[in-house]
């Protein structure tokens, strides 16, 4: 596609439940990075993919949260068992190789409540 | 003006003056390093970037100022306009083993006043 996808853009849950969020990257690009940012704060990184590996997660804050990626493609990053202090934008950014631009999608809005 | 630091200060800047916005980065092995702009409800967009094989970059009405000895890293932006006014990061492309990761400060939120 043209530019980093992610769906969907707001989500709202309740306080345990499962969510899963997805990021269609740019073709081609070969790493994807997830982000979760706090209202007003920088950008925490979570997890990064190099192809469907995952050589980096050690930003994940819990057990409950997990990513994959499939096809070199597109990724999930799923949070079990959500509380209030997951609500956040989680973006996603992707970049062709390393050590050049990364691109990111607009993010996905998530309230626990 | 300039701001200091990676937590998120503000600075306020009058329109048509220069900005410097400063970077504080944590690992002397990044080897790569990028400016995004922010704007309320979007993602990051970017600005600029910069290796560390060099220590100035120039881009229309930009500059990045990379200093390694120190790990300081500065956006410069020329005859600040209203539209540049967003939340500015500074990234590092930190190697993590045998990957890389992109960890971002905390950002620095750019007032342009009339």
């Known amino acids: 596609g043209a530019g980093v996808s992610q769906s969907p853009s707001n989500k709202v849950t309740e306080k345990g439940k499962d969510v899963e969020l997805r990021c269609d990257p740019i073709?081609?690009?070969?790493?994807l990075y997830w982000y979760r940012q706090r209202l007003g704060q920088g950008l925490e990184f979570l997890i990064y993919?190099?192809?469907?590996?995952?050589?980096?997660k050690s930003g994940l804050p819990s057990d409950r949260f997990s990513a994959e990626r499939t096809g070199e493609s597109v990724s999930t990053l799923t949070i079990q068992r959500t509380q209030q202090e997951d609500s956040a934008v989680y973006l996603c950014a992707s970049t062709r190789q390393v050590n050049t631009e990364a691109f990111f999608g607009q993010g996905t809005r998530l309230t626990v409540v | 003006g300039e701001s200091v630091g990676l937590h998120l200060p503000t600075l306020s800047v009058q329109e048509g003056d220069n900005s410097i916005i400063n970077c504080a980065y944590s690992n002397s092995a990044s080897d790569y390093f990028i400016w995004y702009k922010q704007e309320s409800g979007k993602g990051p967009q970017f600005i600029i970037d910069?290796?560390?094989?060099?220590d100035k970059r120039q881009g229309q009405r930009v500059t990045v100022l990379l200093n390694k000895t120190v790990k300081h890293l500065s956006l410069q932006i020329a005859a600040t306009q209203p539209g540049d006014s967003a939340v500015y990061f500074c990234a590092e492309n930190r190697p993590s083993g045998s990957a890389r990761q992109l960890t971002f400060g905390s950002g620095t939120q750019l007032t342009v006043l009339p």
């Open positions: 073709s081609g690009h070969t790493a």
């Open positions: 910069i290796r560390s094989n060099m």
């Open positions: 993919f190099q192809g469907n590996s995952a050589p980096d």
